[in-house]
Structure formats: C-alpha cells, structure tokens
C-alpha cells in the first residue's frame, strides 16, 4: 500500500538513496533539509522543504497540513573529529533538533520513526564481531549524541507508543547502481571516496591513518555496507513498524572486515588505476577493528544485503566518482 514518508536529511548521501527507493516503490515522499551538507539535485523525488529540523513552527505546519505514516531520520552532524571540537554542535543538531523532531510527531500522532544511527554508539569494542547486546560506550560526542537519541527513543515509545527502528550502521559506502547519485560530502573524511578521487587524480594521494594496529597488515578493519543494502533494510523496518510489529535497535553490516590497505589494493583492481599512498600517524579515536553481528536485522527484519563484495561496493562508487570528473 502507498504510503506518505517524511525522510529528514533527504539531501544527503544515504537519505537520498532512500528517496529515491521509496518513490520506486510507489511511496509518496516529502523530504526536509536545510542543506547544510546535503544537494537539491540529490532529491530525485517527493517535494523538497528547505529548513530545520530543530524549527518547531515549520515542523507544524509540515505534520499539520498533511498525514505521514511514518518519518525517517537521516539529518546529523557526522563528523567524529569535528564532534570532539565542537561538541555543543552535535549535541544541539543532533540530540536537540531531534527531540524537538519527535515532540512534533507526537503532537501532530505520527507513530512510526526510523533512525540512522551508527556503531560509534558502541566505541572500543570488546568483542568482535559487535552484536546488539554490547557494552554501549560511545567515546567521543558523536557516538554520544546517536546513543542519547536511542535511548530517548525508548523512553518515548514506553511512556507515548511513539514506535521506532534504530539502524546502526557500520562504514556505509558505494553509490546508487544505476549511477544517479552517490557520495558527495564537503569536506569528505571516509575512506573510500577519499582513494577514489585520489585514482581519479583529484587529490594527489591518500594517506593512511596507522600502519601499526594489531591486525594483519597494521591497519585499522571496518565493515563497508553498500547504501542500496541499507536502504533496503530502512524499508523492512518501515513495514515492521507499519505491521504493528515491535520496534528496536538492529546492526547493519555485512559482518566481513576489511582492512585500509585491503580498501586501497580493491581500488587499484577495480578502477586499474595507481593510486599514491603515504603512511601517517593514527587518527584520534580509531578502533583497530569494527565488524557487525548483523544476525538480528537478517532473523527479525528478513535483511539479505544485495552487494556485499568489496569490489562491487567500490565500482558503483567509482562509476559515480569517475562521471564527476
Ligand atoms: N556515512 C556513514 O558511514 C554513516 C555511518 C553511520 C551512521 N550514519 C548516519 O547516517 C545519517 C546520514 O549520513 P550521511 O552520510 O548521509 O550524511 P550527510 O551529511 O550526507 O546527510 C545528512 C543530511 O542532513 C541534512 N541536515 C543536517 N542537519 C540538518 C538540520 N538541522 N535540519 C535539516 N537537515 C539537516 C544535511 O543537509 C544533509 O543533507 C547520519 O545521521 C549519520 O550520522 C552515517
Ligand atoms: O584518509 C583516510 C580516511 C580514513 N582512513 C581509515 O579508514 C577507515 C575508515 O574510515 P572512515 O572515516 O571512512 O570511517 P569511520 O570508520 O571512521 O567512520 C564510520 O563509522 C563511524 C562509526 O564508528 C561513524 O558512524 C562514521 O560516521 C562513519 O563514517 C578508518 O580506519 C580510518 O582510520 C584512512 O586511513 N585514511
């Protein structure tokens, strides 16, 4: 059944993949971004408001002058180092804004939430691969303000039936398949994107961040999720909601590791590219390894990731960073 989704931070990256899902799937979308980081061209569907999510006048008259069934929450801060130095930042847009966010769709009795959060809620694992039930212990603002916002969420479905979906995910990465958008952040700190434009020749090389953790080649091991496997499982988690079924907090990740100098070697296959690499010093706050637990999201949510090989997740990004050029 068609429905009406309100998808916040719809200018984005991952939000935009997801506007685009939903409308090919027949769903009405309305997005809202005041663009901070996020392009008008990357909204392919639905109506664009610009604005903020912390502006409570702007929300009521969007959530009073027609019915969603559900709203998706993309809209953050997202930088980890910026986080640290500006934590006030973080916690105003993305805790602040937030609630202020889910007090209008109580007000306005819009009972189904997803939200983007991130295993930066976990910090320094303690074990590996992370599952749902581990220790949450953010280490820096960033982490904090997703975990806050989890927490807040279960407090509003106990004491008001607000229901939601918390999706942590991993390293997302890749880019639409049929090439219509992709990763576009300004300044662009994730890794991927980074080694591609350094292939493309848009910067001169890519740097390492660390050459002696305790992995097998010294560098640091993430999980990369392709954003099309994200979008899809944003979906399961709407009908789940939309079925009356119970919410909760789900892991999505492919559950394989792959370390820096894995990532930079699968570039150089993919685009046949040199790519320029220089080794330097840790970056602050990098876990050695992150790698999900995705069982439950898989179980619960019928979750089955489309493109989870490296060399697949890398060419769509290519092909999106190579027709920039
Ligand atoms: N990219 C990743 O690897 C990753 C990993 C884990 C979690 N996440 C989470 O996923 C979400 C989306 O990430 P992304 O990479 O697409 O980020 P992004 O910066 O590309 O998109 C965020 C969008 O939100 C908008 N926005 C920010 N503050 C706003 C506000 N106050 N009002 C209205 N719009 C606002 C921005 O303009 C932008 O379009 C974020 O919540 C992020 O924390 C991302
Ligand atoms: O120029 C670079 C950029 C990154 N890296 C390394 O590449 C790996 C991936 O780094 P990214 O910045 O691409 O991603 P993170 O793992 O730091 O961050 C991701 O996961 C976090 C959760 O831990 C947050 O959710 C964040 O938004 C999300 O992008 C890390 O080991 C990092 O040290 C480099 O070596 N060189």
Same mark, same amino acid.
């Given at each position: 059944?068609?429905?009406?989704?309100?998808?916040?931070?719809?200018?984005?990256?991952?939000?935009?993949?997801?506007?685009?899902?939903?409308?090919?799937?027949?769903?009405?979308?309305?997005?809202?971004?005041?663009? %901070?980081?996020?392009? =008008?061209?990357?909204?392919? @569907? /639905?109506?664009?408001?610009? +604005?903020? #999510? !912390?502006? *409570?006048?702007?929300?009521?008259?969007?959530?009073?002058?027609?019915?969603?069934?559900?709203?998706?929450?993309?809209?953050?801060?997202?930088?980890?180092?910026?986080?640290?130095?500006?934590?006030?930042?973080?916690?105003?847009?993305?805790?602040?804004?937030?609630?202020?966010?889910?007090?209008?769709?109580?007000?306005?009795?819009?009972?189904?939430?997803?939200?983007?959060?991130?295993?930066?809620?976990?910090?320094?694992?303690?074990?590996?691969?992370?599952?749902?039930?581990?220790?949450?212990?953010?280490?820096?603002?960033?982490?904090?303000?997703?975990?806050?916002?989890?927490?807040?969420?279960?407090?509003?479905?106990?004491?008001?039936?607000?229901? %939601?979906?918390?999706? =942590?995910?991993?390293?997302? @990465? /890749?880019?639409?398949?049929? +090439?219509? #958008? !992709?990763? *576009?952040?300004?300044?662009?700190?994730?890794?991927?994107?980074?080694?591609?434009?350094?292939?493309?020749?848009?910067?001169?090389?890519?740097?390492?961040?660390?050459?002696?953790?305790?992995?097998?080649?010294?560098?640091?091991?993430?999980?990369?999720?392709?954003?099309?496997?994200?979008?899809?499982?944003?979906?399961?988690?709407?009908?789940?909601?939309?079925?009356?079924?119970?919410?909760?907090?789900?892991?999505?990740?492919?559950?394989?590791?792959?370390?820096?100098?894995?990532?930079?070697?699968?570039?150089?296959?993919?685009?046949?590219?040199?790519?320029?690499?220089?080794?330097?010093?840790?970056?602050?706050?990098?876990?050695?390894?992150?790698?999900?637990?995705?069982? =439950?999201?898989?179980?619960?949510? /019928?979750?089955?990731?489309?493109?989870?090989?490296?060399?697949?997740?890398?060419?769509?990004?290519?092909?999106?960073?190579?027709?920039?050029?």
């Amino acid at each position: 059944m068609a429905r009406h989704v309100l998808v916040v931070g719809g200018a984005g990256y991952i939000g935009s993949h997801m506007v685009a899902l939903l409308a090919e799937r027949g769903h009405a979308v309305t997005v809202l971004d005041d663009l %901070s980081s996020g392009h =008008r061209d990357a909204v392919l @569907a /639905g109506e664009l408001v610009v +604005g903020d #999510l !912390g502006d *409570r006048a702007l929300l009521d008259a969007l959530l009073g002058g027609r019915r969603f069934d559900a709203v998706m929450h993309f809209a953050a801060r997202i930088q980890v180092a910026e986080s640290v130095a500006q934590p006030a930042r973080y916690y105003r847009n993305n805790v602040a804004a937030t609630l202020t966010l889910l007090e209008a769709m109580l007000a306005h009795g819009v009972g189904a939430f997803v939200f983007s959060s991130t295993a930066a809620v976990y910090g320094e694992p303690q074990r590996v691969p992370i599952d749902e039930d581990h220790p949450k212990a953010p280490v820096n603002p960033y982490g904090r303000s997703k975990w806050m916002v989890e927490q807040m969420l279960a407090d509003l479905e106990a004491a008001h039936g607000l229901r %939601s979906v918390s999706l =942590r995910y991993f390293n997302a @990465a /890749g880019a639409d398949p049929a +090439g219509r #958008l !992709g990763e *576009r952040h300004d300044p662009e700190t994730h890794l991927i994107p980074l080694v591609l434009q350094a292939a493309a020749g848009r910067r001169e090389a890519v740097t390492v961040f660390g050459t002696d953790y305790d992995t097998h080649d010294g560098t640091c091991i993430r999980d990369y999720v392709h954003v099309a496997d994200l979008c899809e499982a944003h979906l399961l988690a709407l009908e789940r909601l939309w079925a009356g079924a119970p919410g909760g907090a789900f892991n999505l990740g492919n559950g394989n590791g792959f370390s820096v100098r894995e990532v930079i070697e699968t570039a150089r296959r993919v685009t046949g590219r040199a790519i320029r690499v220089r080794e330097g010093p840790r970056r602050a706050g990098d876990p050695a390894r992150l790698v999900a637990d995705s069982r =439950r999201a898989r179980e619960v949510l /019928g979750w089955r990731p489309r493109h989870d090989a490296l060399e697949t997740i890398v060419a769509h990004a290519w092909a999106w960073e190579s027709a920039r050029a």
